[in-house]
Each structure stands twice: as C-alpha cells, then as structure tokens.
C-alpha cells in the first residue's frame, strides 16, 4: 500500500494503514499517522512529525532525501539549516529491537561505517560531545543527527535539539545493528534494490 499525494505540496494530514501483508507506505508532506498492521513493512513518513507504527512483522522505517516529492531539500540545505525542516521529527510507536530496522539513505546522512559513527549515551550534554555523526539518547528515545560533531549543539543551528529526527517510544536499548545504509532511489515506483527484491501485488503506482 503507498499513500500517494494528489501533488507534490500535499499538506493535508493522512491515517494509512496497511493490511495482513508486507506493504510499501509513504506519507507526504503533513504531519501523518501511518500503521503497517502485519507483514514486514517499509514506512516512509516523508516530510511532516509522523506518527508511525510497524505493527506486526519484521518493519523498516526509512528515512531519505525527498526530492520526488518536490521538496527543496540537498544536503547543502541539510546542513545549513535546522535539521527537520523537511523531515521533520517522527515517532515510532512500537520499535522492536530484534526485528526492525531503521534504514537511512547514505546519500542524504553521508555516514559510511556505523561502526565508527553511531553512539548510545545517556545524557542530552553526551550526546551534544559526541564525536559520532548518530547519537541515540537511551534514556529518552530521541535519535540525533550530529553533523557537527563534537563542537556545541548537534548541528549549525542554536536550537539544542535541532539534529533530532526520531523518537523511539518507550526508548528501546538499540545499537547500530538496528540501523542499516542504503541506497534509497528518490522514486518509489523505480525500483531500490536494496531495500526489496521485488515490488509487491498491491504495490500502488
């Protein structure tokens, strides 16, 4: 199932749900609720602060450049301005750490190893100091973008919690097996093969 926009400026809010089988959903660019029921899902909750549930099944929560669906978003931008702006800041309800995964596009992120640039702290002042370009604060849920570093703050931006994009509720204990890089394709109806070998039967075009 894929929520699909009437136009790329979509800014009507959204409830999608998805059914007993493995669905492909996408929000856009209002702030939407999207539930994957059964199946192992890939969610998208696109621009917006989402609210998204896996349900059910092994699910991906992913998170990349949104350029299909007409956003004036580079890297340049993401880097330059608040964090969020366009992604804005999702939760997930019902994160499960032995099967989910939260997939990020290495474009977008330009992380290359998850080893070196993903830490688990527990403290907002650690996360801040990290050296790592992924912070996740165990003892709230809240995963940050740190693409400065370990200089104040999480990014160019004097807001504190700028680099956060995600909320995990009920802040499960994760580490960087439950993250994985891709290469997420801008279009969902080209295909990504990192992400699935092949496009199911109630995919929506």
Do not use: H, W
Not at 77 to 85: K, M, P, T, V
Not at 90 to 100: A, L
Not at 136 to 160: C, H, K
Not at 181 to 187: C, Q, R
């Amino acid at each position: 199932m894929l929520l699909e926009q009437n136009s790329s400026t979509d800014t009507y809010t959204i409830e999608g749900f998805g059914n007993g089988r493995s669905n492909i959903i996408q929000g856009n660019f209002a702030a939407n609720v999207i539930k994957g029921a059964g199946g192992d899902d890939t969610i998208e909750g696109s621009a917006g602060n989402d609210i998204l549930t896996g349900g059910r099944g092994e699910d991906s929560f992913l998170y990349r450049n949104n350029l299909d669906l007409g956003f004036s978003f580079s890297f340049e931008d993401f880097r330059s301005s608040l964090f969020g702006y366009d992604l804005g800041v999702d939760i997930i309800t019902d994160f499960n750490r032995n099967e989910d995964k939260i997939l990020l596009d290495r474009d977008l992120f330009q992380i290359f190893d998850l080893g070196t640039d993903f830490e688990s702290v527990n403290s907002i002042r650690a996360a801040e100091e990290s050296n790592s370009l992924l912070v996740y604060n165990r003892r709230n849920g809240i995963l940050y973008y740190n693409d400065n570093r370990s200089s104040p703050g999480f990014s160019f931006s004097e807001n504190p919690n700028s680099g956060a994009f995600l909320v995990l509720q009920g802040a499960p204990r994760i580490t960087e097996d439950n993250l994985e890089l891709v290469n997420a394709n801008p279009t969902l109806s080209n295909n990504f093969p990192d992400l699935r070998s092949e496009i199911p039967d109630d995919f929506i075009f």
